[in-house]
């Protein structure tokens, strides 16, 4: 008679639902950290390109206008730098760091902030001249 009863109830037990949390839980703790991983590297990869495109406008400006080395750098008037970027040109980076533009043309025309190279450190992010 248990045995009757007991084949007519189909239900997992306790023990079979703590065992399947348990290895759901466990992917999920391997997996949270790669991807938390694959997004600073993508952060760090967008911030790095947009310092490299504002700095190639700088320099298509810079030719274009006859600057030298050292001059100062016009990104905020219509006729400046700005114009040579096809997208908005941008002051705040992703994560609220500002690009600074304090060099002039020449080297180092774009430099992304120390705050923001601190936050994404350890992701294997290759900042080049920025």
Do not use: C, H
């Amino acid at each position: 008679m248990i045995n009757r009863i007991r084949n007519n109830k189909a239900a997992f037990t306790l023990v079979e639902i703590m065992i399947v949390v348990a290895i759901i839980g466990l992917l999920a703790a391997l997996a949270v950290p790669g991807f938390v991983k694959a997004r600073k590297q993508s952060q760090g990869r967008r911030i790095v390109n947009d310092a490299r495109q504002e700095d190639a406008a700088i320099d298509q400006w810079a030719l274009e206008n006859g600057k030298t080395d050292g001059a100062t750098i016009d990104y905020t008037s219509p006729t400046g730098a700005v114009t040579y970027l096809k997208t908005v040109w941008k002051s705040y980076d992703l994560l609220g760091g500002t690009y600074s533009y304090a060099n002039g043309v020449g080297s180092s025309q774009v430099v992304i902030a120390a705050a923001t190279k601190t936050a994404l450190a350890g992701v294997g992010i290759d900042w080049g001249p920025y």
